[in-house]
């Protein structure tokens, strides 16, 4: 019995761990109004710049505003555009991979494509598009995904060019199979885990990625506390007051990597030669 | 095999296959690999037809073109006497639940995330069979005559040994009930203690369901195991074709001279081993004329042409100037 437990939680550890952190920190976001113990927004020029302590657990910034409270609130946005970015990047560059990959007519279309937008920095092809469209949620998303997405699509074609070239996909073809069952069932599958790995580096990307176009004056107005805010406004305090870095620090790390030792024991479940 | 039953289920004339060769950045085609160059050859029903010859001589490429798992350059193939070559993409999809292939190397195979009772169904999905129970009653009577058991269903290929796995390749090929299996150097990857099992597997099933092998192998003493008839390829081309006497009693090539001298003998009998000097020739650039006179022991000005790929007699086709002089010599 015990013997079996542990077993089990030998496989299971790493989705246990990666997943529970990862839903209490999506807990926290739904339900940031019961946790936070301040207005994330709420000005107090007299509790300015405060250490943590017991009125303040994560303490104050220059402007007196609870950073607890700003940070569970933070997850909120935090987490909306990462996860965002996340499913756009990850379905679009799925299916460009897949196509790009296995069909020589998408390649050079595609990939052209991919390599123009790869010529940029992301960061500055983001900022470009950030100021034609103007800020927002949604066209932060609609930036970050647009400069990610090559890197997913390379991912993906690159896995998909070594896949094709193995026997049981070839034995696929002799059965009669079509195409589309060929890409679905017998080369995606192989492609899962250089994609899991890719879109966790992505994430966390996306969270530091949003606050440097904070701090660059296209993304969010300071007034949204994202984790990406509050960062790029405690630079100013980081030899007086360090915690105001640390700690929105602290719950990017925790977010990420939740999300990568998920993603990492996923794919190994995913595995059947490591069970 | 009786003559007079004989029914051809592949038909192939003048078979080519060339890859473009692509250079400089605008990608112009420089010349071509004739990995295939002019190949006509049948197999009957029922038969086994061993396809020998060095490694890059295209003896894989020629089956996987005859099936047009490559689209070949050019040629004619019947199979079954209905034209190939004319099938549409989706016929084609159709037609080959009647083909299979047992590949050389079982590991690369099977898909590594399938289980082995959903691989062997997958062929009979795709050729259309809705119900599912009937599936998985064929699948357990496959693994069955394969050699395996009905618990190996829900394992993943990785749980098995190359043999075992050869074996999970023959029940899948097995599953839509084909005529025509290649079986592309099926034992070459596996221990010598196995290969006689898979060998023997092999036959037994080709006796109780009248099936057709296309066998490719660089391991001549296995083809002459298993092989009814022979086709020795050099560079692209059929040199020789005949029955396995006419092969292993009478050769009339050079070239099959030199690769059957290869063959060690048991009890430490001598045999006179015949060399070949230099390599291979790239299919790129194959020599003019008879591809071979650039290696052959016998050559002589004639060979400066290309030679006809004759009849010497009872279906016995050989493509040497002067095989009728060098019928006598070892």
């Known amino acids: 019995m015990i013997k079996k437990l542990a077993s089990c939680w030998r496989r299971y550890s790493q989705v246990i761990l990666g997943g529970g ?19 994330p927004g709420a000005y107090a020029m007299r509790e300015a710049l405060q250490e943590p302590g017991p009125a303040h657990l994560c303490g104050t910034d220059a402007f007196g505003r609870d950073v607890f409270s700003r940070i569970v609130y933070g997850a909120r946005i935090s987490l909306t555009i990462a996860l965002a970015v996340l499913v756009v990047c990850g379905a679009l560059g799925t299916v460009l991979g897949l196509l790009s990959g296995y069909y020589r007519w998408a390649e050079a279309t595609i990939m052209r494509l991919m390599d123009g937008l790869m010529a940029f920095p992301s960061i500055l092809l983001a900022l470009v598009i950030l100021t034609v469209f103007g800020s927002g949620i949604q066209n932060i998303i609609l930036a970050l995904s647009i400069s990610y997405l090559p890197r997913v699509v390379r991912t993906i074609r690159g896995a998909v060019i070594s896949v094709k070239e193995y026997e049981h996909v070839e034995a696929a073809r002799a059965m009669g199979a079509s195409d589309a069952r060929i890409i679905f069932k017998y080369i995606l599958p192989l492609c899962v885990s250089p994609l899991i790995i890719r879109l966790t580096l992505i994430m966390a990307l996306t969270v530091l990625s949003e ?59 995913l595995d059947p030669r490591l069970k | 095999m009786d003559d007079r039953q004989k029914k051809v289920l592949l038909r192939v004339r003048g078979l080519k296959k060339w890859f473009p060769i692509h250079r400089g950045i605008t990608s112009r085609v420089a010349g071509y690999v004739k990995a295939v160059d002019d190949v006509s050859y049948d197999v009957y029903q029922g038969e086994t ?48 639940k009647n083909m299979q292939i047992v590949f050389q190397d079982p590991f690369g195979s099977l898909h590594p995330k399938m289980k082995i009772g959903r691989i062997i169904e997958e062929p009979l999905i795709i050729s259309g069979v809705k119900d599912k129970a009937a599936r998985r009653k064929r699948v357990e009577e496959l693994i069955v005559r394969a050699g395996l058991k009905t618990e190996h269903l829900d394992r993943y290929p990785h749980e098995f040994s190359g043999g075992q796995r050869q074996r999970v390749v023959i029940a899948r090929a097995l599953a839509t009930n084909p005529k025509l299996i ?122 400066k042409t290309v030679p006809p790929f004759e009849d010497a007699g009872e279906g016995h086709r050989v493509a040497c100037h002067r095989w009728r002089e060098l019928a006598g010599t070892k």
């Not at chain 2, 298993?226 to 090539?253: F, K, W």
């Open chain 1, 21 to 39: 952190l990862f839903l209490l920190i999506v807990l926290m976001a739904v339900f940031a109004p019961l946790i936070a113990t301040h207005d």
């Open chain 2, 49 to 96: 037809l061993g396809l020998v010859g060095e490694s890059g001589c295209g003896k894989t490429t020629l089956a996987r073109t005859s099936l047009r798992l490559l689209e070949p350059t050019a040629g004619e193939i019947q199979f079954d006497g209905q034209d190939f070559r004319a099938l549409g993409r989706r016929e084609l999809r159709q037609a080959r």
């Open chain 2, 182 to 303: 290649i079986c592309d150097e099926p034992v070459s990857a596996l221990d010598v203690s196995v290969r006689s099992q898979i060998l023997n597997l092999l036959e037994e099933l080709q006796e109780s369901l009248g099936l057709t092998y296309l066998f490719i192998s660089h391991d001549l003493s296995v083809v002459e195991h298993i092989c009814d008839r022979v086709a020795v390829m050099y560079l692209g081309q059929m040199v020789e074709l005949g029955t396995r006497e006419q092969i292993y009693g009478g050769m009339l090539h050079p070239y099959t001279k030199a690769l059957l001298s290869a063959i060690p003998l048991a009890g430490g009998e001598k045999r006179e081993r015949i060399a070949l000097e230099g390599d291979i020739p790239s299919p790129a650039k194959p020599p003019e004329g008879c591809r071979f006179h650039t290696r052959c022991p016998y050559v002589a000005e004639v060979c």
């Open chain 1, 211 to 269: 606050s440097s176009l904070t701090f660059l004056g296209v993304g969010l107005s300071p007034e949204i506390p994202s984790w990406g805010n509050i960062l790029s406004e405690g630079r100013q305090y980081i030899t007086t007051s360090p915690y105001l870095i640390t700690l929105p620090g602290l719950a990017i790390v925790l977010a990420v990597l939740s999300l990568n030792t998920l993603g990492d024991g996923l794919r190994d479940l």
